[in-house]
């Protein structure tokens, strides 16, 4: 079954900067694009880009472009996601999700458990 | 970017009564393939968003038949023919036409 985990909560300091691990399993891992949400706490959800495990092709919205980071690691099956010079208002539940497409039709078939990144002097 | 503006926000339910939220997009998300780019997703408390339909209409895996999708270019629509329990919950419309962004999300309550 299609598994995507991600890594561990973490609190970083203000301009530092943090890595999200996320791995698949259960699927041809380099057949489906990779992207990452994020919903700070207690609000709506925003997303942040994607990568391709097949080429490490990204695509990131213009909000992230800049601070964000995606990368993978074919060998293990996993993507990364990593945001520098943290900000406070960077404190927020991050997602990995697969983008499933078929004949054209497209969704955010599975999503990892999250991983909240809390920004704290 | 492409705005998704939801109605209503909040949306009160009695178990076994219907219930709708509409969803609005800035741009047209019917592509020239004949397929309209707006997804329906549930996040329940404490959880991952979770896929309800994809591609405006068509009912993700697993989803009870009493959830259901229309709409086409730039107004849609999620039906809940009769609201169980379970339902609760914050409801996300997204497009992915373009640089995929989401709605404000509508957060479904039992009265």
């Known amino acids: 079954q299609v598994q995507l985990v991600q890594s561990g909560a973490e609190v970083k300091k203000p301009g530092a900067s943090v890595k999200v691990s996320c791995k698949a399993s259960?699927?041809?891992?380099?057949?489906?694009?990779m992207h990452w949400v994020r919903q700070a706490p207690g609000q709506g959800l925003e997303w942040m880009g994607w990568?391709?495990?097949?080429?490490?092709?990204?695509k990131y919205a213009q909000k992230s472009q800049g601070r964000v980071t995606m990368t993978r690691d074919t060998s293990i099956n996993t993507v990364y996601m990593e945001v520098g010079s943290l900000r406070f208002d960077d404190t927020a539940f991050y997602f990995c999700?697969?983008?499933?497409?078929?004949?054209?039709?497209?969704?955010?078939?599975?999503w990892g458990q999250g991983t909240l990144i809390t920004v704290s002097s | 970017d492409i705005v998704m503006t939801q109605s209503p926000l909040s949306l009160p339910v009695t178990p076994g009564e219907p219930a709708s939220i509409s969803c609005r997009s800035s741009?047209?998300?019917?592509?020239?393939?004949?397929?309209?780019?707006l997804d329906w997703y549930v996040q329940k408390p404490g959880q991952s968003p979770q896929l309800l339909i994809y591609?405006?209409?068509y009912r993700a895996p697993g989803v009870p038949d009493r959830f259901s999708g229309s709409g086409s270019g730039t107004d849609f629509t999620l039906k809940i023919s009769r609201v169980e329990a379970e339902d609760v919950g914050v409801y996300y419309c997204?497009?992915?036409?373009?640089?995929?962004?989401f709605g404000q999300g509508t957060k479904v309550e039992i009265k």
């Open positions: 990568i391709s495990p097949n080429n490490g092709a990204t």
């Open positions: 999700t697969r983008k499933y497409c078929s004949g054209g039709l497209c969704s955010f078939d599975y």
């Open positions: 997204m497009q992915d036409l373009k640089a995929e962004t």
């Open positions: 741009q047209s998300l019917l592509y020239s393939n004949g397929y309209n780019y």
């Open positions: 259960g699927y041809t891992f380099s057949d489906y694009n």
């Open positions: 591609m405006g209409s």
